[in-house]
């Protein structure tokens, strides 16, 4: 089976990258930057710097697809907005793909054999 | 982390990007300290970030910039780049100087051809500088003039400040060194040594002040795409001088070090040396990244 690669989108990223990362904790609802901290933490096992996290908050900001909610005392959370949703939709299918094709490649019901596709 | 440390880690960032997410940051540095995070770790990374986004407002790095934007940021990478290879240049003619004493007049020949091309590639690299940023008066002066002093007030205060300091600073070593003799000024007085090392450090910081001054005014002029091209042609110049100021340099080094090796035996000189040629190695691969970067912004390439 012959499989063409999917086109790479402006989400496109590893896994562990900071700003999946963060729409990743943003799907399940509004956080401000020390609660995505912990729940990055939590869920992926990675300890994100407060620079790193607040270099990707802007960005992704800046890019709109995280907003900000009413700010809550000295914490401001975030939400994901809806280009945001699309974009991780889009991430997490690629990152979905990859992981199909190592899971078949690995079980060896691919039928690929080293160096030469299918 | 000490609320001074704190304070000076928040300076690093732009006021803009200060006044939006500053207070959200110190907050979430504050709450990982009392969990036990790093200090030093948390440093590193804020810093790192700040420079991140001190770059990606000047349009040097980043994607998520207008291509004007990145023709600019390519540009001003350039002018950075090429006052790292001055400062190095500088570093490295003041730990040459004595070097013609060192290899016999029959052997000199190579070494004299490399190091004269290193001083005329660095004049010509200057000249092509100083045009870059002549071609931007006009539209400096047309913005100065409609009120856009307010905008650039902060930095000009402070490198007008390093300035002063750095003029005093060359006043008192200038007389001071008129009061020593020969073997003193070269390496003889520890503490002349030391001032002279600090005086190297504030005509560096003076140079980046005004270097930041001209970043800052590169992005608030809006340089039209005719100017920018023009601009991408000088830097693309400049880097090639940088380029043949890195490649003589290393002749002169190879030929001076196989003629006369006892030369690069101290570290008063190897040292030196060593250091202005990874500086100009660095600052010529950061011109030709600046470069290659406006010229994309640009399709000139």
């Given at each position: 089976m012959s499989q063409s690669p999917p086109s790479r989108t402006?989400?496109?990223?590893?896994?562990?990258d900071p700003p999946i990362l963060i729409l990743t904790s943003l799907a399940s609802g509004p956080r401000h930057g020390y609660a995505l901290l912990q729940d990055i933490e939590a869920f992926a096992g990675v300890q994100l710097g407060p620079g790193t996290l607040y270099g990707a908050i802007g960005r992704l900001e800046q890019r709109g697809l995280i907003e900000a909610v009413a700010e809550h005392g000295r914490t401001r959370p975030y939400r994901l907005t809806a280009a945001g949703s699309r974009v991780l939709e889009a991430a997490l299918l690629e990152m979905r793909t990859i992981v199909d094709v190592g899971t078949r490649r690995l079980s060896g019901s691919d039928g690929a054999v080293a160096g030469v596709p299918a | 982390m000490n609320g001074v440390t704190l304070r000076l880690l928040l300076l690093l960032y732009p006021r803009a990007w200060r006044a939006r997410y500053g207070q959200e940051l110190r907050y979430v540095i504050v709450r990982s300290t009392a969990a036990g995070r790093s200090p030093w770790r948390m440093g590193a990374d804020v810093a790192r970030a700040a420079a991140v986004v001190r770059a990606q407002a000047l349009g040097?790095?980043?994607?998520?910039?207008?291509r004007h934007d990145r023709a600019t940021g390519g540009c001003v990478l350039v002018l950075w780049a090429w006052v790292a290879i001055a400062i190095s240049g500088a570093g490295l003619q003041k730990a040459s100087e004595h070097w013609q004493g060192a290899v016999p007049t029959g052997d000199r020949g190579l070494a004299t051809v490399a190091f004269t091309t290193v001083i005329a590639a660095a004049v010509c690299g200057a000249v092509i500088v100083l045009a870059g940023v002549a071609v931007t008066v006009p539209r400096v002066v047309a913005m100065l003039v409609g009120g856009g002093w307010s905008d650039i007030r902060g930095p000009v205060r402070w490198a007008v400040g390093v300035t002063v300091i750095a003029a005093a600073w060359t006043l008192g070593l200038a007389i001071w060194a008129h009061r020593l003799g020969p073997v003193q000024r070269n390496g003889g007085d520890l503490l002349y040594g030391a001032v002279v090392m600090g005086w190297g450090l504030c005509v560096a910081v003076t140079l980046a002040a005004w270097t930041a001054v001209a970043s800052l005014l590169a992005r608030q002029i809006g340089l039209g795409r005719r100017l920018l091209v023009t601009e991408a042609v000088l830097a693309a110049v400049a880097t090639g001088a940088m380029a043949v100021m890195s490649v003589a340099t290393l002749v002169w080094w190879r030929s001076v070090g196989s003629v006369a090796p006892g030369f690069f035996?101290?570290?008063?000189v190897a040292t030196p040396v060593t250091a202005a040629v990874i500086l100009m190695a660095v600052a010529t691969v950061l011109g030709a990244a600046g470069t290659a970067r406006a010229a994309r912004a640009l399709d000139l390439i």
């Open positions: 402006a989400s496109s990223g590893r896994p562990n | 040097i790095v980043g994607a998520g910039v207008t035996g101290g570290g008063s």
